[in-house]
């Protein structure tokens, strides 16, 4: 099968499947496909069960031309984080860089500890040993929270500014820092010598190198913008920042993810406002938004046909089934904790971190790290378990969190927490 065919089969599911969706489903674009197509792949194991059908070996096929993990971390990542953060006001970032620091850093830090240390000792109560370091990779894979789904589902719901900023930053920049956490866990998995200078200098080269790189990217693509009017060179530009700087994050070994949200920070805000005409900006928002609506549509299919390569079993179910609360509890602890913490914050807007807790979906990169464990029994338990973490959170935490935004959403404008120039309810759920 050649990379063309396989992309002509992608693009045709995802937009069978994307039809179905909006004219029966109605659901979130990102949840009705992984909806459809994991209801589609469980129908398939089906009927290949009972040997009606012998489809399931095809879609397994065509899984390990595309490789999600590969796919994603090294390529539609980069993309997805640029689309992102071209639409977020760094005025916003601002008001709220603690929280969102607090909660990147700490919080994703907090998590993978507690995530790694718990299911250390549940798994092994269940007979599924895995090693400390294996849980602990574990927790480092499933800590970090995805924009992709909830973004939308809190614009329609109409939810606190405060509560839009904070998990659209915190999820932009905890990416980056979960893969940090991911490598320098691994490097101990796979035997290396790590110490706590080495993990230090791990995240300085790769949070603040991709920082510094992506701002540096941002910059010439500004100079370059301000330069020239004319919309699609410059449509062109950006995306040659994305691709072009993702590639050489990585070759020099700094955080690809980081630098692709930097360098979208800085074009999306000086860029936008100095740079572009007002037709550049119409061309420049609607090719990142089809952009960022096609990879989103293609990844969550992906996700959902994932399934027929998992080998299931009632083990390992019942062990995701006790997991998922175990992680829920895990982000309600890494969100309440640190900023707890800071007195300037102890005082929340109403639901805040009910609302973060819940808010906090996992999605493609917690099974895209999954995948890229190396095969043994460890990886097969991580990523069953993984999956079936994204599965709940997508599909029930992603369709409920609507109704739980619209039942907390009655804080006091700028009152989130702590932002100064407003009224703080003390409430904490």
Sequence with gaps: MTDFEVA????????????????????????????????????????????????????????????????????????????????????????????????????TALSTAIVGVVSYFVLGAMGLELSL??????????????????????????????????????????????????????????????????????????????????????????????????YSVEILITLAIVLGGYVAAENLHVSAPIAAVAAGLLIGNQGRAFAMSDTTRDHLDTFWELIDEILNAVLFLLIGLEVV?????????????????????????????????????????????????WGGLRGGISVALALSLPSGPERNVILVITYSIVVFSILIQGTTLGRLTRRFATEAPSSALGVPGGGVDSTVR
């Design 8 to 107: 002509s089969i992608l693009i045709s599911l995802t937009a069978g499947l994307a039809y179905f969706n909006a004219r029966v489903l109605r659901l979130p674009s990102a949840i009705g496909l992984m909806a459809t197509a994991l209801v589609g792949s469980l129908i398939v194991l089906g009927l290949d069960a009972l040997d009606v059908t012998d489809v399931a070996p095809r879609v397994s096929a065509l899984l390990d031309h595309v490789n999600l993990s590969y796919a994603l971390l090294h390529g539609m990542l980069g993309l997805l984080l640029f689309a992102g953060a071209l639409h977020v006001d760094l005025g916003d970032l601002r008001a709220y860089r603690l929280p969102i620091t607090v909660l990147a850093l700490g919080g």
């Design 309 to 357: 390569r998992l080998q299931l079993g009632l083990e390992l179910l019942v062990a995701s089934a006790v997991m998922i609360p175990l992680v829920l509890f895990a982000r309600w602890s890494s969100v309440a904790i640190p900023l707890a913490a800071l007195p300037k914050f102890r005082g929340q807007a109403r639901g805040a971190v009910t609302l973060l807790t």
């Design 133 to 230: 370091v294996h849980c602990l990779l574990f927790g480092a894979l499933i800590s970090p929270t995805d924009p992709i789904a909830v973004l939308g589902i809190l614009k329609a719901a109409k939810a606190p500014k405060s509560l839009e900023v904070t998990i659209t930053g915190e999820s932009l920049f905890n990416d980056g820092v979960g893969v940090v956490f991911f490598l320098a866990i691994y490097g101990v998995a796979a035997g290396d010598e790590v110490t706590a200078g080495s993990i230090l200098r791990l995240f300085v080269q790769e949070a603040i190198g991709g920082a510094l790189f992506g701002m540096a990217l941002g910059y010439v693509g500004y100079r370059l913008l301000k330069s020239i009017d004319q």
